[in-house]
């Protein structure tokens, strides 16, 4: 919702959620926000524990990829997460 929420309109979250061969889970999640750096730099002096513990909770065996999704011009267009769980 930080990327989502500054853009004073309604704005759209998409999750996708996938069971790989390996039997690990991918869980895509898309928006179309501000973009996650644009949404940090805001944030300011204020310190978000939200990323540390995902990162905790997926261990050493998950993974967390974060990209700014961008247009051909390189605006920002929003924000895709990728996890991947793994057993």
């Not at 989502?4 to 790989?20: A, T």
């Not at 940090?40 to 990209?67: D, N, P, V, W």
Request: hydrophobic fraction near 35%; glycine fraction near 10%.
């Amino acid at each position: 919702l930080h990327g989502v929420l500054p853009k004073n309109q309604k704005g759209k979250i998409e999750i996708l959620v996938d069971k790989l061969a390996d039997e690990s889970l991918s869980i895509t999640i898309k928006d179309d926000g501000v973009g996650f750096y644009h949404s940090m730099q805001k944030a300011g002096k204020h310190t978000s524990r939200g990323m540390e513990l995902i990162r905790s909770r997926l261990g050493k065996k998950g993974k967390m990829l974060i990209e700014e999704i961008k247009n051909l011009n390189q605006e920002i267009l929003g924000t895709k997460v990728i996890l991947q769980i793994t057993p």
